[in-house]
């Protein structure tokens, strides 16, 4: 598979190579395959945006070398389910286990080549994320992720206050359009036909005649005075 760019092939800096070995074992020859710095070409064709690197899984065998791969996780290109060959028998790669995931490097028209998948280990996995990451996320320190983490929890705690803000601005609204208290009128009168709502603090006092009961609002001295539950006295 190539990364698009054409460099001098050393054996340091071959980035896919595949050599057959014929073993014999038991009377069957089996082919074997070596993959040099495979991950770095999985990463370099991902950070260059060249075709699709993806996390994938083959969800129906089409024939034994082809197969529709839904995707887990793209790491570049496209994320729609795709179609994709496999080599000819022999190769490194010689068909599709359903449900398996690997990591795919397909080439354009879906033809996987040797050494163009990969299981999915961590540390690969982790390189190939981190090319989605900003720079900032990748390096902040310890104490940047703390800031950030106080800073998103002061922001919640600045919307919560202004939610709570305008709740209360518009209840104090509502009760503004509602007509005063009259006297004679019950608790329950004036508590859900009148602009004066729920006071801040009821004050009980009785006798052997009469309850009374003088419910404080804000700012003082505002207060009504009901006996035995009807209103006698506004202090407005």
Not at 19 to 29: D, I
Request: charged share 25%; aromatic share 6%; net charge positive.
């Amino acid at each position: 598979m190539s990364t698009g760019n054409e460099k001098a092939r050393t054996p340091m800096t071959i980035t896919r190579y595949c050599a057959a070995a014929l073993l014999a074992f038991l009377g069957h020859r089996v082919q074997a395959c070596l993959c040099v710095n495979v991950d770095d070409n999985f990463v370099s064709r991902a950070a260059s945006g060249s075709g699709d690197v993806f996390l994938g899984r083959a969800v129906r065998l089409v024939s034994p070398r082809e197969a529709d791969v839904e995707v887990i996780e793209a790491f570049s290109g496209s994320s729609e389910l795709k179609r994709l060959v496999a080599p000819p028998l022999g190769s490194c790669t010689s068909g599709f286990g359903v449900g398996v995931p690997l990591i795919f490097a397909p080439a354009p028209g879906g033809k996987i080549f040797t050494c163009s998948t990969r299981a999915p280990d961590p540390d690969l996995l982790e390189r190939l994320r981190n090319l989605r990451r900003t720079p900032e996320t990748k390096v902040r320190a310890p104490e940047e992720r703390a800031q950030a983490r106080a800073d998103r929890a002061a922001a919640a705690a600045a919307q919560e206050a202004q939610r709570e803000r305008e709740r209360i601005a518009a209840e104090a609204e509502a009760l503004a359009r509602k007509p005063p208290a009259r006297l004679g009128m019950t608790q329950e009168q004036v508590l859900n036909g009148t602009h004066w709502g729920r006071p801040v603090q009821i004050l009980t006092t009785s006798t052997a005649e009469k309850l009374r009961e003088r419910w404080m609002y804000s700012p003082p001295p505002r207060f009504l005075d009901f006996d035995n539950g009807r209103l006698v006295l506004i202090q407005d």
